[in-house]
């Protein structure tokens, strides 16, 4: 198991930018795959991004590309996400999760943080 605290999240005008980070502390982090989730109010989590133990493969939803970047430090312990061109749905709680990497990207993952909120207004 490892812990994960996210942070960045705050109110930003559509259009603007925010870049969320994921602290990592616990077993080995390089050897974990990671991802971002979101989950706006009254909707169930859904996916955003996600990133290899290296670092090398990186998978995002549809809606996301090319708006979002997901990226990793291993010697750090870090994991963020880059977020620009912010829209009012992009609004809701941003969750890091952490586990192999096709287990993030199926949403099962065994470790998640406590989320960081992000609203955009229009």
């Known amino acids: 198991q490892v812990q994960l605290v996210e942070s960045g999240g705050g109110l930003v005008q559509a259009g603007g930018s925010l870049k969320l980070s994921c602290a990592v502390s616990?077993?080995?982090?390089?050897?974990?795959?990671m991802g971002w989730f979101r989950q706006a109010p009254g909707k169930e989590r859904e996916f955003v991004a996600a990133?290899?133990?290296?670092?090398?493969?990186?998978y995002y939803a549809d809606f996301k590309k090319g708006r979002f970047t997901i990226s990793r430090d291993n010697a750090k312990n870090t994991v963020d996400l880059q977020m620009n061109n912010l829209k009012p749905e992009d609004t809701g709680a941003y969750y890091c999760?952490?586990?192999?990497?096709?287990?993030?990207?199926?949403?099962?993952?065994?470790?998640w943080g406590q989320g960081t909120q992000v609203t955009v207004s229009s």
């Open positions: 990133i290899s133990w290296s670092g090398r493969t990186t």
């Open positions: 999760a952490a586990d192999q990497f096709s287990t993030v990207v199926r949403g099962t993952a065994g470790s």
């Open positions: 616990g077993r080995t982090f390089s050897s974990y795959g």
